[in-house]
């Protein structure tokens, strides 16, 4: 396709400057109906004056009057959108004057809206034959050609539209694309020096030029006019970016490194020239230099921050190789003191920093980046998240309930602030957000596994067990493989002493899914001591202690118990003792190693 310079055309021009002054609809109604008299009456002029052009004929009297109502109705209701109304009385126009270039030009626009160019281009044709000197008609009928990749046909458009406005660059930019695309290059470079006799050098010529010169492989004379550019303009940085970006384009690498230098000179400030450096030294497998360029960019707060964190983020598929990591963790570094008062670089940094596994760093930046700008959701969902891996529970509920007070209906959030209570142990307000959570989010099936296994967690802790089985076997219905539900569902009903089959089958099932697990492993030998299979509780119960890493009293004590089933009275006071000396000071457990004997 050509690319054209946007253009309005038609009414559509009238109407756009009637908005941009800031006139009301009424009157942009009135004032179509004003140029479509205008229009009329010079079409039935030139109707008039070319009988024999345009085959058309002599209206009478009355044939004129039905004209123009016509053509007033079809314009009202064009105006309404009543397109279909519009374009049968435009047609009807058409056909008692064959010769109205103005209804001929309107129905095609409605076509054109239906992308029928085929039809509009047909009546614009018979609209420029019959009226050679609108710019209006040309124009729209270039877009048809345009539409239907026309090439051939576009050139004598846009001579028609030079001959109407000869001192007008747009038409002469758009021939020359039409050469571009003829591979007629000569000819377009032609029409490129015509331009610039026209409204002098620019940006918009050079890069046309260098286009076709590439093309014809003339590297040298794309160099040279950047060079003319460059000697004109010696302190203007974008003509050396050009040329480097030219040489190096074209495997002259050494040449652009060159040219970049010399632009460092005149300008050490530009981040740009930094960029261009590290990018060629990369290409020339030089990485030290292109990352030293790249710490000189990040370092010039003028430079777009946008660009930068691009940089950064195309580290992130390198990770985890440390080079990457510590890479864009310097950068990204550099970024927060290039940029102290914008919060996309503390976000980024955080982001990196939690990446390098340095939490509390990242903590801080984002709480920075959130001091900054408060709107940023997700930079609040990661503070959270870092808050409950470090077990900062009250941390979690302040931020994210003020999270919360800008962004209510994030499911995710009003899940993580229910986590936080519930690990405070307060129930009722844990469940409250959690099940806030479940009627934000209806799709997330990760989400919603961990907000019921949380809720049996919440249920249970307020001994209401009927609702805590109920949530567990929601959980368990979004993913039946999900461990932690798996454990605690049947932890809670060997606690209980309830459905042990159950409970030993899921258990199992959370081993096989993550084995070498110590809680889990704890959890399946006590529901096989709940079962009376002591043997396989006393295997079991030695896994968990080979796994535990904690010296856990919980698990010792329940080895202790399972001993004593076994028949090994000492094993039993020996471990009993060992929990009490891991921190069980539980009153059960001193009368068990006193008594010499298990109780319940």
Known sequence: MINRKNSVTGMNRIKYSMKKWGISTRAMRAAFISAAVLLLLQ?????????????????????????????????????????????????????????NDAAMYELANLKKLKNDYGGAQGLLEKAVAINQDNTWYWTALADCYEKSNN???????????????????????????????????DEALQLYDKIEQLSGPTDDLLADRQK??????????????????????????????????????????????????????????????HLAMADIYRDKKDYEASYNQLTLAFAIPDMDIDQKIKIVMGYLPK????????????????????????????????????QNGKGKEARSAYQKAIALNNQVYEVQEQLVRIELADDDLDGA??????????????????????????????????????????????????????????????????????KSDGAYDKALEYNADNVFTLNNYAYYLSLRGEQLDKAAAMSKHSNDLQPNNASFEDTYAWILFKQKDYTGAKLWMEKALA??????????????????????????????????????????????????????
């Not at 004929?57 to 959108?81: I, N």
């Not at 050139?155 to 758009?174: A, C, G």
């Not at 550019?229 to 050396?240: D, G, L, R």
């Not at 999270?403 to 209906?409: A, I, K, R, V």
Request: overall charge negative.
């Open 547 to 600: 796994d535990d890493k904690n010296h856990s009293a919980v698990k010792s004590e329940h080895y202790g118990d399972i001993m004593f089933y076994l028949g090994n009275v000492d094993a039993a006071v020996e471990n009993w003792k060992k929990a009490k000396a891991n921190g069980d000071n539980s009153p059960v457990l001193d009368q068990k190693i006193n008594e010499r004997k298990y109780i319940e």
């Open 43 to 99: 079409t039935a002029a030139v109707a008039q004056n070319n009988k024999s052009d345009n085959q058309g004929k002599a209206l009478t009297y009355a044939d004129s009057a039905m004209v123009k109502d016509f053509f007033f109705k079809a314009l009202r209701e064009k105006t309404v959108e009543n397109l279909v109304t519009a374009a049968e009385l435009f047609q009807r126009v058409i056909q008692i004057d064959p010769a």
């Open 319 to 354: 990770f985890p190789d440390p080079d990457a990591k510590a890479s864009a963790l310097e950068l990204s570094r550099i970024l927060t003191l290039a940029h102290p008062d914008d919060s996309r670089a503390f976000a980024i940094y955080g982001d990196i920093l939690l």
């Open 397 to 466: 509920v302040k931020d994210g309930e003020n999270s919360l007070s800008f962004f209510p209906n994030q499911a995710w959030m009003n899940y993580l602030v229910g986590l936080a209570w519930l690990q405070k142990k307060d129930f009722n307000k844990a469940i409250s957000y959690i099940k806030n959570a479940t009627s934000l989010e209806m799709q997330d099936k990760e989400l919603l596994t961990q907000c019921y296994s949380s809720l049996g967690d919440c249920y249970h802790g307020v001994k209401d067990f009927k």
């Open 212 to 273: 076709i010169y590439l093309k014809q492989g003339k590297v040298d004379l794309a160099a040279k006019q950047l060079e003319k550019m460059i000697s004109a303009n010696p302190s203007e940085i974008k003509y050396y970016l050009f040329l480097s970006e030219l040489y190096n384009a074209n495997n002259f690498a050494d040449k652009a490194l060159k040219v970049l230098q010399t632009a460092e000179k005149i300008n050490p400030g530009s981040g740009l020239v």
């Open 151 to 185: 090439i051939d046909k576009l050139e004598n458009v846009f001579d028609q539209l030079i001959r109407l406005n000869p001192e007008k660059t747009d038409s002469y930019f758009d021939k020359a694309n039409v050469y571009f695309h003829q591979q007629k290059y």
